[in-house]
């Protein structure tokens, strides 16, 4: 069967995908996000699994939300449950892009609370875009158990995420401020003061919060 032009333009498109250089895959992705069919959707998101460089995984996250929903989310969702935790955590970030609330069902509390601190990133932020009105209360009090969790990122992660959800997430930040781990209630009372002022700054918040539980506060 004789190839149409079409045809050779994905076949090139493809490969290009899977090209030892970052520069050839990073257009590659740009290609198949101008000019999107469903032949590549697959590929696009195998190479989310495995792309090493971040300015490629952006650029194949643009590639997919430039392609039809009905073709891109179904894949999505069996991805958020693989194994290997960058393909999860590419896939979340990729469902919050699209932002269709019908995904809102695979974001579970064991992605919010994965292991790998990046899959756990990415759900909080893609649980904050997603979450129907009035599942806000519910989402805090799973978010507020990650409190004090890993490094600076991380926690500064988690504080936009629960300082998106509003004012739903004091009930929860309450009893934390009082929690036997001094990281938990540190990492509590900053994302207080972020919620009552974005503006103050994550280290700023932190340190304020440092001040007031060695003066014996609890803010």
Excluded: N
């Amino acid at each position: 069967m004789t190839m149409t032009g079409q045809d050779t333009e994905a076949v090139r498109v493809l490969r290009g995908l899977e090209d030892d250089r970052s520069s050839v895959r990073l257009r590659a992705a740009l290609e198949a996000g101008t000019r999107p069919g469903r032949y590549f959707v697959d590929k696009l998101i195998e190479r989310c699994a495995v792309e090493p460089e971040f300015f490629v995984r952006d650029m194949l996250t643009w590639a997919l939300t430039r392609h039809p929903v009905s073709v891109t989310l179904p894949a999505l969702l069996r991805e958020v449950r693989s194994e290997r935790a960058q393909a999860r955590s590419q896939a979340l970030h990729t469902l919050s892009k699209i932002g269709d609330r019908q995904a809102w069902p695979a974001i579970t509390r064991a992605l919010l609370c994965d292991a790998d601190d990046e899959v756990a990133r990415s759900a909080w932020r893609t649980a904050v875009v997603l979450v129907p009105h009035g599942e806000e209360p519910a989402l805090a009090a799973v978010l507020a158990t990650q409190l004090g969790r890993g490094e600076r990122e991380t926690r500064l992660s988690l504080s936009r995420a629960l300082v998106a959800l509003g004012d739903v997430i004091l009930p929860v930040l309450r009893p934390a401020t009082a929690a036997p781990d001094l990281r938990v209630r540190t990492h509590a009372l900053a994302t207080q003061r972020l919620l009552r002022d974005p503006d103050a700054g994550f280290e700023f918040a932190i340190e304020e919060a440092k001040r007031i539980l060695a003066l014996g506060g609890s803010g």
